[in-house]
C-alpha cells in the first residue's frame, strides 16, 4: 500500500498530533515550507495540483485535505481515480471526523488508505500521559493529582495538555499534590459543578440548561463536563463513607485533602444522596460516556439526556 493516510477520529488534539507525526515522518522541518500543503474539502482543484507537482529539494511532498467529511462526490471520484495510480513522490493525508464513515464511498477510500484512528483515548491512557509528561520534566506529581487532572478534564486531551503545562510552569519544579491542582485547575470548575449540582438537586431545568449553555460558551466540551460530575459523585461518595464512620468535617477535610470550606459544602449536599441515588448517577455517567464514544449518540443530545435524567 502507498503511503496516503486517513486520520478519522473525534479528538481534535489527537487528530492533530496524528497529522504532525505524519508530516514530520516524510519531511523535515526546512522541506515543510516549499513541500507541505494543507486543502479545505471544496479545493479539489487544488488538490490535484499539489499531488502532481514534484518535491522541491525533497524526496516527498505532503498534501492534506482537511475535513474530508464535507468532500463532495465528485471531490470523493477524484480522490478515488488518483488512488488507482498514487504518485510515488507525494504523500496524500485525508482528515475527518468519524460521520466520513457514512458515506457511500467511504468503504472505497479507507480500503486504499493506510487508516489511523484519533478517537479521545481511555481515562487510563490519559493518566499515562500526564505521568510521561511531568517526568519528561522531571516534576514529581502525585498519584493522586494526577487522576484528578484526568478527572476534572474528563477526555479533553487539549485541555488536559494545557493545565499540565500550567501547572508545570506553577510548581516550579516542586512536587505538585491534589491540592495544587484542586487550586490552580478545578477552583472555576468546582464552583460551575456546585451551580450545577445545585441545579439538579432542586429540579430546576431550566436553571441546569442554562448553566450547561454556559459550559458551552466556555468551550467545554460534553467529555469534560461528563468529567466534572464523575469528579464530584466521587467526592460525594467519598464524604458519605468518612462521615458515616463518625469523622468530624475537619477531620473528613485532611482526608479527602480539600479545603474545609468545599469539604463543609459537599458535606451538606451528600446528606440529600441516598446510595441508590449515588448508584445511579455512576450509571448513568458510565452509559453516557460510553455512548459518546461508541457514536451512539451524539455528544451533545447525550449531555442532555443525561440531566434530563438526572433531574428527575
Request: hydrophobic content about 35%; glycine content about 6%; charged content about 30%.
Amino acid at each position: 500500500m502507498s503511503n496516503n493516510y486517513l486520520v478519522i477520529g473525534e479528538d481534535e488534539y489527537v487528530k492533530e498530533r496524528e497529522i504532525s507525526a505524519l508530516r514530520d515522518k516524510f519531511l523535515t522541518s526546512d522541506e515543510i515550507s516549499l513541500n507541505y500543503s494543507c486543502h479545505d474539502p471544496d479545493d479539489i482543484d487544488g488538490v490535484s495540483d499539489s499531488l502532481g507537482t514534484m518535491p522541491f529539494l525533497s524526496e516527498r511532498r505532503v498534501v492534506l485535505i482537511k475535513d474530508a467529511h464535507k468532500l463532495s462526490e465528485r471531490s470523493i471520484e477524484t480522490i478515488l481515480s488518483y488512488l488507482e495510480a498514487p504518485s510515488d513522490s507525494s504523500v496524500m493525508i485525508i482528515s475527518s471526523d468519524n460521520s466520513f464513515k457514512k458515506n457511500k464511498k467511504y468503504r472505497d477510500v479507507s480500503g486504499k488508505l493506510k487508516v489511523i484512528v484519533s478517537d479521545a483515548p481511555d481515562r487510563v491512557t490519559m493518566k499515562k500521559w500526564v505521568d510521561t509528561f511531568f517526568k519528561r520534566e522531571e516534576i514529581d506529581i502525585s498519584p493522586e493529582a494526577a487522576q484528578l487532572i484526568v478527572e476534572l478534564k474528563g477526555s479533553d486531551t487539549a485541555g488536559i495538555k494545557s493545565e499540565i503545562e500550567k501547572l508545570a510552569c506553577f510548581s516550579g519544579g516542586e512536587r505538585i499534590e491534589k491540592e495544587h491542582v484542586e487550586e490552580l485547575v478545578g477552583r472555576s470548575v468546582t464552583e460551575t459543578v456546585f451551580k450545577l449540582v445545585d441545579a439538579i438537586n432542586s429540579g430546576n431545568k431550566k436553571w441546569a440548561f442554562r448553566i450547561l449553555e454556559d459550559l458551552y460558551d466556555q468551550k467545554k466540551q460534553p467529555q469534560e463536563i461528563i468529567g466534572y460530575l464523575a469528579w464530584y459523585i466521587k467526592v460525594i461518595r467519598k464524604i458519605s463513607l468518612l462521615s458515616g464512620k463518625g469523622l468530624s468535617p475537619e477531620a473528613i477535610a485532611s482526608e479527602i485533602k480539600y479545603s474545609p470550606a468545599y469539604t463543609r459544602r459537599l458535606l451538606g449536599q451528600s446528606k440529600k444522596y441516598k446510595d441508590k441515588w449515588m448508584e445511579l448517577w455512576v450509571t448513568l455517567l458510565f452509559e453516557t460516556d460510553r455512548d459518546i464514544k461508541t457514536g451512539r449518540k451524539q455528544a451533545g443530545i447525550a449531555i442532555e439526556m443525561l440531566l434530563v435524567s438526572l433531574l428527575i
